[in-house]
């Protein structure tokens, strides 16, 4: 995706932010490029997405379905709305299936640029459950990195990492992904090849790792 295509989907989102400023949250990839553009220290780590996903109320949800067409998945648990050719993955209080409550993710969200995005904790758990699901496809990897990336931003941005909320929603599968994605390839892809910067993104994950491996956990840098 180029810089222009990208710039359309941003004023999507901010649109769509505005239509429902209370109830919308946005997660997954698009939240981890606001996170990381948010700080001079992890700009450059900032990636385009091709889509959005969000969580929306229920009562933000039923606005919605009066207003767009969307398209359901029950499956997964889940609408889509395509607006302006970008396609949205939006999930609703107390009918999606994501692993973090829409009311906790509410809750602890922050704002970039007037839009809600949840807190690096939630999104690093929802991270790694997307990870488990698909860690040896194409999009696995891009979580993998995405993880790293919400790393760097706890130590760049000086808020660390609360483990306390991230555990209630980790099992011990998810604990034992963390060192595959440690010791894997994705901080030297992240980094680009520089052995150095890999070495910082490996240390900032350790202490998130850390963090959630001990119940009482927490990081500040």
């Given at each position: 995706?180029d810089r222009?295509?990208f710039?359309?989907?941003m004023?999507c989102?901010?649109?769509?932010?505005?239509?429902?400023?209370?109830?919308?949250?946005f997660?997954?990839?698009?939240?981890?490029?606001?996170h990381?553009?948010?700080h001079e220290?992890?700009?450059?780590?900032a990636?385009f997405?091709?889509?959005?996903?969000a969580?929306?109320?229920?009562?933000?949800?039923?606005?919605?379905?009066?207003?767009e067409?969307?398209?359901?998945?029950r499956r997964?648990?889940k609408?889509q709305?395509?607006?302006?050719?970008?396609?949205?993955?939006l999930?609703?209080?107390?009918?999606?299936?994501?692993?973090?409550?829409y009311?906790?993710?509410?809750?602890?969200?922050?704002?970039?640029d007037a839009?809600r995005?949840?807190?690096?904790?939630?999104?690093?758990?929802?991270?790694?459950?997307?990870?488990?699901?698909?860690?040896?496809?194409?999009?696995?990897?891009?979580?993998?990195?995405d993880l790293?990336?919400?790393?760097?931003?706890?130590q760049?941005?000086?808020a660390g990492?609360?483990?306390?909320?991230?555990?209630?929603?980790?099992?011990?599968?998810h604990?034992a992904?963390?060192?595959?994605?440690?010791?894997?390839?994705?901080p030297?892809?992240?980094?680009q090849g520089?052995?150095?910067?890999a070495k910082?993104?490996?240390?900032?994950?350790d202490?998130i790792?850390?963090a959630?491996?001990d119940?009482?956990?927490?990081?500040?840098?």
């Amino acid at each position: 995706m180029d810089r222009s295509d990208f710039e359309a989907l941003m004023q999507c989102c901010a649109e769509l932010a505005a239509r429902y400023p209370e109830g919308l949250v946005f997660i997954g990839g698009i939240a981890v490029y606001l996170h990381a553009r948010n700080h001079e220290a992890t700009a450059a780590l900032a990636e385009f997405t091709h889509d959005a996903d969000a969580y929306l109320s229920l009562a933000d949800m039923g606005d919605l379905r009066d207003e767009e067409t969307l398209t359901a998945n029950r499956r997964l648990s889940k609408h889509q709305l395509v607006m302006r050719g970008f396609e949205f993955d939006l999930y609703t209080e107390r009918q999606s299936s994501l692993i973090v409550p829409y009311d906790a993710v509410l809750a602890h969200a922050d704002r970039i640029d007037a839009m809600r995005v949840a807190c690096l904790e939630h999104l690093f758990v929802l991270k790694l459950e997307a990870y488990r699901d698909r860690k040896d496809s194409s999009k696995g990897a891009k979580d993998a990195k995405d993880l790293l990336r919400i790393a760097a931003v706890a130590q760049a941005s000086g808020a660390g990492f609360d483990g306390a909320l991230a555990t209630p929603y980790l099992s011990d599968d998810h604990l034992a992904l963390l060192e595959r994605v440690e010791r894997g390839p994705a901080p030297v892809a992240l980094a680009q090849g520089n052995a150095v910067a890999a070495k910082r993104l490996r240390q900032s994950f350790d202490r998130i790792r850390q963090a959630v491996c001990d119940p009482s956990g927490s990081w500040r840098p």
